[in-house]
């Protein structure tokens, strides 16, 4: 398996960067006690707190994983999002 070192993810051999976090995964992890290690919760963080602005169609996806890659995309570029199955 596979890991990211940012979000702590883990994903199987064949992925080689992570979906969400947009970094090269890794064969094992540091320790949680190590603070570059920690993952980046701000993003999610932020999502309730914009949870009353308009709601709009982007995209839709054929799958989960493909949704939630394109969540990952526009969380990352500040476009505060919601995967609905």
Do not use: Y
Not at 10 to 27: G, I, M, N, R, S
Not at 55 to 68: C, H
């Amino acid at each position: 398996m596979r890991f990211c070192p940012k979000c702590r993810d883990e994903f199987q051999d064949w992925v080689k960067t992570c979906p969400d976090c947009h970094v090269a995964l890794v064969a094992e992890l540091r320790p949680e006690s190590d603070p570059t290690s920690r993952p980046d919760r701000t993003r999610r963080a932020s999502k309730s707190a914009k949870a009353k602005e308009p709601l709009a169609l982007v995209a839709s996806a054929s799958n989960e994983p493909e949704a939630n890659m394109w969540a990952g995309i526009l969380e990352d570029n500040g476009i505060h999002c919601m995967v609905k199955t």
